[in-house]
């Protein structure tokens, strides 16, 4: 879904070729933002580069976007000891155990809605989605190990660190009180939640050249790193993000000279 954004931009940025630049302009493309973010990252570490605002081209139909909602990736395992069917005492159910842990996990979900609740969000509330489950090998035998996978979308006003370590907390309850071996690991790095002030100079040249008041989305960004090298960043590309992800992807035609002219705008800005 990025790779409409990178014609456009050198088509914005070649425009200015025979053009002085008071102010660098730098176009940054990183690895694995699909999955690890580990170019991002990498980045942030190094500190560099340095500059004073960031764009990122992620699909938004070219509208700004200054908040989005972080991500984690958690399993949990459940140990317990298997045995045969026909008597309880021969095992300890992994399965129950499972039970146990979605059920609590539905019960904290409805609490972190309650707490970090945010009505800039069209889903204003941090979501927890039970994406699978996998335990057990045969009906008249008592499950040894089972695992859940699930994934958490935490709002800017909320911390992942916090919500883990509560959950972490929750789960040793779980086993202790079943006599099982529970285990949370997570699937990915977590990638924290994004805001950029309202009152931004960023964000209030992207909200006088689109028109459009700067919005909230679901999804999660490499935006966070890119602000902890000191940018301010916002969210604003070509395309829309609900054709992202799919076998037939594309990019509208008419989203490809406003996007230029847009970034245009932007590079007289804050670079000439």
Do not use: W
């Amino acid at each position: 879904d990025m790779k409409g954004f990178f014609p456009l931009a050198l088509a914005a940025a070649s425009s200015f070729v025979d053009t002085p630049l008071k102010q660098p302009l730098i176009l940054l493309a990183t690895a694995d933002e699909e999955s690890s973010m580990n170019g991002a990252r990498k980045l942030a570490a190094a500190g560099h580069p340095r500059a004073r605002a960031a764009i990122i081209g992620e699909p938004t139909s070219l509208r700004p976007v200054r908040m989005h909602k972080g991500i984690m990736m958690e399993s949990v395992r459940v140990t317990g000891r298997a045995g045969h069917s026909s008597n309880p005492d021969l095992g300890n159910s992994a399965l129950e155990g499972i039970h146990a842990v979605m059920g609590d996990l539905i019960s904290y979900r409805q609490q972190l809605r309650e707490r970090y609740s945010n009505e800039f969000f069209t889903v204003a509330f941090p979501t927890l989605n039970l994406g699978c489950v996998h335990g057990g090998d045969s009906p008249n035998r008592i499950c040894g190990q089972a695992e859940l996978h699930f994934d958490l979308r935490m709002m800017p006003n909320g911390n992942n660190a916090t919500v883990r370590g509560e959950i972490e907390q929750r789960i040793a309850q779980i086993a202790r009180q079943r006599s099982l071996d529970i285990e949370l690991r997570s699937l990915i790095t977590e990638v924290p939640p994004f805001e950029q002030a309202a009152d931004s100079e960023l964000v209030q040249m992207a909200q006088r050249l689109t028109g459009h008041s700067a919005e909230a989305v679901a999804f999660a960004t490499e935006a966070p790193f890119l602000q902890q090298l000191g940018m301010e960043t916002i969210v604003m590309g070509p395309g829309s993000i609900d054709r992202a992800h799919q076998p037939d992807e594309y990019l509208e035609l008419d989203q490809i000279q406003p996007c230029i002219a847009l970034l245009q705008q932007c590079i007289r800005h804050y670079c000439v």
